[in-house]
C-alpha cells in the first residue's frame, strides 16, 4: 500500500521509496511512545497538493476516525507541511485542519534523500488541550531527530528517546538496541543484544512467531525482573505482504512505581491524621457540651454553643479530608456539609427555615476551606439565631461565585435586619472581619434593612 502511494505521486525514486518505506517504521514506533497521529506525506506533480502515504493511527487516543493514508493534503489546510517541502526546515505548533475538518497543531519534520532534497515530511498531530504533554514528551524523547539521511536516522531518533528500544529480523534475530536498551540490559547480566534471538531477549517464555501471528497477546506487559518494574510492548509492523518485524520497546517504570507507592502511603498517612484531628475536636466538642450541662448561666450556655459550633465547623473540613487524602476540598461540598450536619440541628423546631446552596463548583486548599467554613458558620449562625425572631418561617441563601483572582460568597436572609455594628461591638463580627482580612486576604461587606433582611458578601484570593 505504501509504496503503491508512493508510485502515484509520481515525484519520488525507487531509493526515494525505500526511504519512505524505512521511515514507516519510525513512524510507527513514534506513534506508539508518543500515542498520537503520526502521519508521511510526500509531495505530488500539483504545488499544492501532497499526498498521505503513511498513518501511523493510535488505538485511543487518535483525533482521526479511520486510518486517511492514501488521502490529499492541500496547502490551505496545512501550510506547513509545504513550507517544509520549501525550505527544509522543520515547523513547530503550526496550526492546521485535517481531512476531517478538525482544528489541529503540528510539528512537522523533513526528510532528505541522497541528493538532499526533501522527499518526505513527518507529522506529528495533537490538538490544544494535548499541547502540554506533547512539549514536555518530544522535548524528552524526540527534539530535532528526525532530520537528516536515513542511515543514521534510525540511530538518531532511538538514541533520543528515554525508552530502550530493539528491532528484530525476521528470523527473531536483534539486529538492532539503542544506547538506553544497551544499558538496561547490561545491568539485567546481558552483554550483547544484537544477534541474539527474541527468546533469549524477551522477558517471558514466548516464542518470536506467536508474537508475528498474535501481536495483541503481547502488547503491553508489565514485569519485574531483580529491583526492576519495566514496561514492555511488542510492536509488530510489515515490511511487506509477507514480512512481519517486531520492534521491542521497554521502559523502566521502577522510580515511578516506587512513587506511586510511596504516593499510597502518604495518602494513607494524611488520611489517618485527618482522621484523629476530627475525632480530637468532636471530643472537645463533647467535653463543652458536658460542661455546658453543668452551666446554669445562660450567656455562658450560649458562648458554650457557640465555641462548640466553631469547633465542629472545623473539624468538618478534617472529616471531608480524612475520606479524600487530598489537600483541596469542594467548596459547595463542605458548605453543603455544614449546613445538614451542624446549622440545622441548631435551629428551633418550630421555625421553619430553608437553605439554598447555589453557584459555581471549584476547589480550595484545607487551609482556606477551614477560615471560610468558620466564617459561614458565624454569619448563619448569626442568621439562625437573630434575624426570624418575629418570624416562623425564613430562607437563609448562600451564592459562590468564582473569579479570575478573588472569589467570592453571598449569604443573605429575608429575616428582621439588623444594625450594622462596629466590628468592636460583636465577637461574631470580630472573629468574621479578622478572617476575611487576615487569613483569606478579602474583603467584607454587610447590608442590611429592616424588614427587609441582610446580605453579608466575603471575598478571598483564589
Not at 37 to 45: E, H, N, Q, R
Not at 75 to 103: C, H, M, W
Not at 216 to 227: C, H, P
Not at 236 to 254: A, F, G, M, P
Request: glycine share 4%; with cysteine.
Amino acid at each position: 500500500m505504501l509504496k503503491l502511494l508512493c508510485k502515484i505521486c509520481a515525484t519520488l525514486s525507487p531509493a526515494d521509496i525505500e526511504i519512505v518505506e524505512q521511515m514507516s517504521n519510525v513512524a510507527t514506533i513514534l506513534g506508539n511512545i508518543l500515542d498520537m497521529d503520526v502521519f508521511l506525506d510526500c509531495p505530488t506533480k500539483k504545488e499544492d497538493e501532497a499526498m498521505v502515504v503513511f498513518h501511523a493511527r493510535p488505538e485511543k487516543n487518535s483525533l482521526y476516525t479511520k486510518n486517511i493514508a492514501g488521502e490529499i493534503a492541500y496547502r490551505i489546510d496545512e501550510p506547513a507541511v509545504f513550507r517544509t517541502f520549501e525550505t527544509g526546515l522543520p515547523s513547530r505548533n503550526y496550526k492546521a485542519v485535517t481531512q476531517e475538518k478538525a482544528n489541529v497543531l503540528q510539528n512537522i519534520l523533513p526528510i532528505f534523500n541522497s541528493l538532499d532534497e526533501v522527499i518526505c515530511t513527518v507529522i506529528i498531530e495533537y490538538n490544544e488541550q494535548q499541547r502540554e504533554f506533547f512539549e514536555k514528551e518530544y522535548n524528552k524523547k524526540s527534539t530535532g531527530i528526525l532530520i537528516g539521511q536515513i542511515d543514521s536516522l534510525k540511530d538518531r531518533v532511538t538514541e533520543y528517546i528515554n525508552d530502550g528500544i530493539i528491532i528484530f529480523n525476521r528470523n527473531g534475530h536483534a539486529t538492532y538496541a539503542n544506547k538506553v536498551a544497551k544499558i538496561l540490559y547490561e545491568k539485567l547480566g546481558v552483554p550483547s543484544i544484537v544477534g541474539e534471538s527474541f527468546e533469549n531477549l524477551y522477558f517471558e517464555r514466548a516464542k518470536y512467531n506467536d508474537i508475528v501471528e498474535d501481536p495483541e497477546k503481547y502488547k503491553q506487559k508489565e514485569v519485574r525482573i531483580l529491583d526492576f518494574i519495566l514496561n514492555v510492548q511488542c510492536l509488530v509492523s510489515k515490511i511487506n505482504e509477507n514480512i512481519k518485524r517486531v520492534t521491542l520497546i521497554i521502559k523502566d517504570i521502577t522510580e515511578e512505581k516506587k512513587y506511586e507507592e510511596e504516593l499510597k502511603l502518604k495518602t494513607v498517612f494524611i488520611k489517618e491524621i485527618h482522621h484523629r484531628v476530627k475525632n480530637n475536636l468532636q471530643t472537645v466538642a463533647s467535653l463543652l457540651r458536658i460542661q455546658k450541662r453543668r452551666v446554669k448561666n445562660l450567656e455562658m450556655k450560649k458562648i458554650l454553643d457557640e465555641t462548640i459550633n466553631r469547633i465542629l465547623s472545623i473539624a468538618i473540613t478534617h472529616e471531608i479530608l480524612s475520606t479524600t487524602g487530598i489537600d483541596t476540598i469542594s467548596i459547595k461540598h463542605i458548605l453543603e456539609i455544614l449546613c445538614q450536619n451542624y446549622f440545622k440541628n441548631n435551629i428551633d423546631k418550630s421555625k421553619k427555615i430553608e437553605f439554598n446552596i447555589v453557584g459555581d463548583e471549584f476547589s480550595i486548599s484545607s487551609d482556606k476551606a477551614t477560615s471560610v467554613a468558620l466564617v459561614v458558620n458565624e454569619i448563619v449562625q448569626n442568621a439562625t439565631e437573630h434575624a426570624f425572631t418575629t418570624k416562623d418561617s425564613g430562607n437563609i441563601n448562600i451564592k459562590i461565585l468564582k473569579g479570575e483572582t478573588f472569589s467570592k460568597i453571598i449569604i443573605s436572609d429575608n429575616g428582621v435586619g439588623m444594625e450594622v455594628k462596629k466590628e468592636s461591638d460583636s465577637m461574631g463580627l470580630l472573629i468574621i472581619s479578622s478572617l476575611v482580612k487576615d487569613k483569606l486576604k478579602g474583603n467584607l461587606e454587610i447590608r442590611s434593612k429592616k424588614d427587609k433582611g441582610t446580605t453579608i458578601e466575603f471575598d478571598f484570593k483564589n
